[in-house]
Structures are given as structure tokens and as C-alpha cells.
């Protein structure tokens, strides 16, 4: 049996190969088209203005500490690279919300091998999206203060050294959190059981979040790593048994 932390990447890798066979491909279409249109749009306006912003985040240093730009460069274009990604999944993800609510309920129908939930419709779809995009709002509301006191961090000179590591690390537990959260939503789990939950399950979620974040940084990778996550989530809530997280 593997270890919790090996499960992240097993269940993405199943999700992968789920929402690539036949009976979930349409819903997949839809939310794919989002994250081409959205990445197409955020390259360009990354590539304008990346080298701007790596000068504005670098120290000033000494003429006699000059050698060390060298060193610290580096961690300034990572530290660049992560807020660029966390917008783009963040507004990828508000947008698909309710395509990625709706692809983890047919996923779920597939392992579980039942349908407990209603027909599709447009109808249906579009009764999602209050809600969908309400949950996006939580996990906005939950983020942002968390990745302000990061950007605030990252603006210390000296300090910000620290900042991309830590920036890493709330991204892989962003991860989890954001795509784990779409089954629990369909089963109204409520967002603080739902993220105390994720705690009680915190290597088996950090390494699920790790594999989802290495996916979602590698470029075109990440148009068909985002549907995955959905897949690769709802087996990590069928599988890690998160109905049981409903009745405590």
C-alpha cells in the first residue's frame, strides 16, 4: 500500500485518464475552452510586462554586494512566476466554477457506479452558478488576506527572500483546497468542515496539492491539468471516504 503523501499524484493520474474517456469528454469541452481563452490572454500580458516586474520586487544592493543579483535573480523570477499562475488559477477557476461543479458530479456518478444526482440539463447547469460562483467568492475571501500578507512580505527588501518558498507552500494546500472543494460543495459540505476535513487529511491533501501544482505551472500542461484536478479530487473525496465528514 502506498503512503498518504504518494496518493496526490495517483489520484491526478486517474483523474487524467478519466476525464479523457468518452463519457465525460463533453464535460470537459466546455471548461477547456475557458482555461485556452483565459492562458492565451494572460501569456501576452505577462510577457509585456515580466522583466518590469522582477526589477520593481529585486533589492537595491551595494556596488560591493553586485555578484550576489546574481543569486537572488533567480528567486525574483520564481517569486514572479507564482503570482502570475495564482492569477491565472484564480480567475480560470471562477469562470469554470460551474462546469467544474458539474464535471465532478459525472465523475463522482462514474467511480461510485450510481447517479444520485439530477439529469443533466442547461437548466440545471445554469441553477449552478449562484452557487458556484458564491463558494469561488469564499475561497477569494479565504485567499486573499492570506496572499496579501505574502505580497506584503515579498515587498520587504531582504525579507522577500523568504517570500517564494512560502508562496510555494500556500499554493500546494490552494490546490487542495480549491479543487477538493467542488465534490464537497455538491454534497453541501459546509466550508469550515470542509477545510477541517482537509486538516484531518493534511499529507494525503498536500500531496495532492503538490502534484496539482507542478501540472498547473508546466504551460499547456495546465489546460488539460485543471478538468484533471476536478477528476482527481472527487476520487480523493470518494475515495478518502469525505461523505463521513457530513455526518460529524
Same mark, same amino acid.
Given at each position: 500500500?502506498?503512503?498518504?503523501?504518494?496518493?496526490?499524484?495517483?489520484?491526478?493520474?486517474?483523474?487524467?485518464?478519466?476525464?479523457?474517456?468518452?463519457?465525460?469528454?463533453?464535460?470537459?469541452?466546455?471548461?477547456?475552452?475557458?482555461?485556452?481563452?483565459?492562458?492565451?490572454?494572460?501569456?501576452?500580458?505577462?510577457?509585456?510586462?515580466?522583466?518590469?516586474?522582477?526589477?520593481? &520586487?529585486?533589492? /537595491? *544592493?551595494?556596488?560591493?554586494?553586485?555578484?550576489? !543579483?546574481?543569486?537572488? #535573480?533567480? $528567486? +525574483?523570477? @520564481?517569486?514572479?512566476?507564482?503570482?502570475?499562475?495564482?492569477?491565472?488559477?484564480?480567475?480560470?477557476?471562477?469562470?469554470?466554477?460551474?462546469?467544474?461543479?458539474?464535471?465532478?458530479?459525472?465523475?463522482?456518478?462514474?467511480?461510485?457506479?450510481?447517479?444520485?444526482?439530477?439529469?443533466?440539463?442547461?437548466?440545471?447547469?445554469?441553477?449552478?452558478?449562484?452557487?458556484?460562483?458564491?463558494?469561488?467568492?469564499?475561497?477569494?475571501?479565504?485567499?486573499?488576506?492570506?496572499?496579501?500578507?505574502? &505580497?506584503?512580505? /515579498? *515587498?520587504?527588501?531582504?525579507?522577500?527572500?523568504? !517570500?517564494?518558498?512560502? #508562496?510555494? $507552500? +500556500?499554493? @500546494?494546500?490552494?490546490?487542495?483546497?480549491?479543487?477538493?472543494?467542488?465534490?464537497?460543495?455538491?454534497?453541501?459540505?459546509?466550508?469550515?468542515?470542509?477545510?477541517?476535513?482537509?486538516?484531518?487529511?493534511?499529507?494525503?491533501?498536500?500531496?495532492?496539492?503538490?502534484?496539482?501544482?507542478?501540472?498547473?505551472?508546466?504551460?499547456?500542461?495546465?489546460?488539460?491539468?485543471?478538468?484533471?484536478?476536478?477528476?482527481?479530487?472527487?476520487?480523493?473525496?470518494?475515495?478518502?471516504?469525505?461523505?463521513?465528514?457530513?455526518?460529524?
Amino acid at each position: 500500500m502506498s503512503t498518504p503523501v504518494l496518493s496526490g499524484p495517483q489520484y491526478l493520474r486517474e483523474g487524467l485518464k478519466l476525464v479523457l474517456s468518452p463519457g465525460l469528454r463533453l464535460f470537459v469541452l466546455l471548461p477547456l475552452t475557458v482555461n485556452v481563452l483565459l492562458f492565451a490572454a494572460l501569456i501576452g500580458f505577462a510577457v509585456r510586462g515580466f522583466g518590469g516586474w522582477v526589477d520593481q &520586487l529585486m533589492p /537595491s *544592493l551595494p556596488d560591493w554586494a553586485g555578484f550576489l !543579483a546574481y543569486i537572488i #535573480w533567480p $528567486l +525574483f523570477v @520564481v517569486l514572479v512566476l507564482l503570482m502570475v499562475f495564482f492569477t491565472f488559477t484564480m480567475l480560470a477557476n471562477i469562470i469554470a466554477a460551474p462546469f467544474n461543479g458539474f464535471l465532478a458530479e459525472k465523475v463522482e456518478v462514474v467511480v461510485r457506479g450510481q447517479d444520485d444526482f439530477p439529469p443533466f440539463s442547461w437548466a440545471e447547469l445554469a441553477a449552478m452558478v449562484p452557487r458556484t460562483i458564491g463558494r469561488e467568492m469564499r475561497k477569494l475571501a479565504y485567499f486573499l488576506p492570506r496572499a496579501g500578507a505574502l &505580497l506584503i512580505l /515579498s *515587498l520587504i527588501p531582504g525579507v522577500n527572500i523568504i !517570500a517564494a518558498p512560502l #508562496w510555494l $507552500l +500556500f499554493g @500546494v494546500w490552494m490546490m487542495a483546497v480549491q479543487y477538493i472543494d467542488y465534490p464537497a460543495d455538491n454534497h453541501k459540505l459546509g466550508w469550515n468542515e470542509m477545510l477541517a476535513w482537509l486538516r484531518e487529511k493534511r499529507w494525503q491533501s498536500l500531496g495532492f496539492g503538490g502534484i496539482t501544482y507542478l501540472a498547473l505551472l508546466i504551460p499547456l500542461v495546465n489546460l488539460v491539468a485543471m478538468p484533471a484536478a476536478v477528476a482527481g479530487a472527487t476520487l480523493f473525496w470518494v475515495r478518502e471516504e469525505g461523505d463521513k465528514a457530513l455526518v460529524k
